[in-house]
């Protein structure tokens, strides 16, 4: 009879746990030149994002929240067609698949920052557009370890 192994099994082939591929992933500067082409197309979002937040505020006196979900509808689309053909280099993948993750991750991250947004608007009484900054900033790291991993995720190493 064999003694009893106080390690854990081995992760199967291909189910490496999340922080061991965090961790690797962090290492790689592939990995760091992808987060910063992603911050660039969220600079580009972003902008749009408060110009539609602030206009649907401002001029057409929408409530906050309102406001912050016309303009992630806006921005989202600008983002997907940027990350998929020049961050993540994914335009091989199948479009519509990529998109309903993209969409899903998004949507995640939209929530988080829709929490933010009306906890700063609400409980701490910030200004709506400082609010909406920063509740986008906030999200980003969300938004990108999403998108990275699954959304335009490829099955093999880089």
Not at 33 to 40: G, I, P, Y
Not at 64 to 87: I, S
Not at 129 to 149: D, R
Request: charged residues 15%.
């Amino acid at each position: 009879m064999k003694p009893a192994s106080s390690q854990a099994p081995p992760a199967p082939e291909g189910r490496e746990r999340v922080h061991t591929r965090v961790r690797e992933g962090v290492r790689r500067r592939h990995n760091w030149v992808q987060l910063m082409k992603f911050c660039a197309v969220g600079g580009s979002g972003y902008v749009v994002n408060l110009a539609v937040f602030s206009l649907s505020v401002e001029v057409a006196g929408l409530h906050h929240l309102v406001a912050a979900t016309a303009a992630f509808v806006v921005a989202v689309t600008n983002n997907f067609w940027w990350n998929r053909h020049w961050t993540f280099g994914a335009a091989e993948g199948h479009a519509g698949f990529q998109a309903a993750r993209f969409f899903a991750v998004s949507v995640g991250a939209f929530l988080f920052a829709a929490v933010i947004l009306e906890v700063l608007v609400s409980g701490v009484e910030m200004a709506e557009i400082p609010a909406q900054a920063i509740s986008i900033v906030a999200a980003t790291p969300l938004n990108f370890v999403g998108n990275k991993m699954w959304s335009f995720g490829r099955r093999s190493d880089d």
